[in-house]
């Protein structure tokens, strides 16, 4: 068995330690006789399994008993609809543009009511975050979205946006438990897990409790709308029962590592190898804002669009895999999630001063 260092935006690396423990436990789950897979989600094995990852999750992030945490299907895109539909009253929200994903997140909402863009970077093709300090705020907006880190350009909201006293709704899909988090501060924190969590075909979505709404109008579909599976606990119907059981696995790996303020400091540790070295190189350079940049989400350019294709290709020869940036921004991009181990980033900037050498 040979594993590679995967930097690919999602899906992405898993701690090695969880796979290992899930593969242990593939054909008899603690002494059931069956996979995790195989096991009915009204079994109370399984029963216990969901709950104890949504305690484990609550205790990571300190989410507040006033919120709801559901495991839901559909991914992070079938959130651009169900947020509409469950927090528009006033049928207006503001939506801050910050890349692909939130203007696909606002383009879902206008197909139900009035989704103001009060903020954009797409001027500079998203490669800072505008200032959210004092946005003309809608006095009717249900709530203000963005898109925390932005994982196609690389950026991060550093400091949340002034909502004037709005809802602040936020897709934390590519910075999901990446650092701790103020949950008291949003009214709707989600993000698909196939980033920095767990295998794709989960969506966690934690929501202040009194947003849960049971008056929305006939044409929501019934699991699109919170109530639904808060009232079930995430059990209405068939939950994607086997990525939530590895998503509890991984939440314990978090808490044996230290919890999310551990993460921060290994994540910042390790953003910090590789910036200092695009600061420093003459070959290699970062496309974002300094004061913007991700911890998670590392895009870099030659500026030569055939020298980025050698360098991919070179890498990937060795063992440094899923560097090709989205096609939108070009050039590359490092995803560095939790589960990329230091050594992995280290790797990767002797890889780089190797290549500048060559190239040059
Ligand atoms: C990947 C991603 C999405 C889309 O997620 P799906 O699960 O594929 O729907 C949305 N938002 C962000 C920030 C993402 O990184």
Known sequence: ???????????????????KEAADEMLDYQGSG???????????????????????????????????????????WTQFSAIPMNLMKNGVADYIVTGQWAKKAWQEASKYGKANKIASSEDETFSYI???????IDDDADY?????????YGTKFWQLPNTKGKILVSDV????????????????????????????????????????????P???????????QADAGSLFNTPPAYGIYICGKVFK???????????????????KILY?????????????????????????????????????????????ESLKGHRSVGGMRASIYNAMPKAGVEKLVEFMKKFEEENS
């Open 1 to 19: 068995m040979s594993r590679v260092y995967n930097f690919s935006a999602g899906p992405a690396c898993l701690p090695e330690e969880v796979l």
């Open 276 to 320: 200092d070295f695009l600061d420093s190189s003459k070959l290699f350079k970062g496309t974002v804002r300094k004061e913007d940049r991700s911890l998670m989400n590392v895009p870099f350019v030659t500026g030569n669009d055939e020298l980025d294709a050698k360098f991919v290709a070179e890498a990937k020869a060795a063992g440094l």
């Open 173 to 216: 899909s590519s910075c999901f438990l990446s650092e701790p988090v103020d949950v008291t501060k949003y009214g709707v924190i989600y993000g698909g897990v196939q980033k920095n969590i767990g295998p794709a075909g989960v969506t966690i979505v934690i929501i202040r409790k009194d947003l849960i709404r049971d008056d929305l």
């Open 218 to 228: 006939d044409f929501v579909p019934t699991l699109l709308k919170y109530k639904t």
């Open 34 to 76: 069956m996979s995790v897979m195989e096991m009915s989600h009204r079994s109370k094995t399984y029963d216990n399994i969901i709950k104890e990852a949504e305690a484990d999750l609550r205790d990571l992030m300190n989410i507040p008993d006033d919120y709801a945490v559901l495991f839901l299907q559909g991914g992070a």
């Open 144 to 152: 203000v979205y963005i898109c925390e880190n932005n994982t196609i």
């Open 253 to 271: 790996w978090l808490k044996k590592q230290g919890g999310l303020a551990e993460m921060k400091k290994r994540n910042e540790e390790k953003a």
């Open 130 to 136: 505008p200032d959210c300090s004092d946005l003309p």
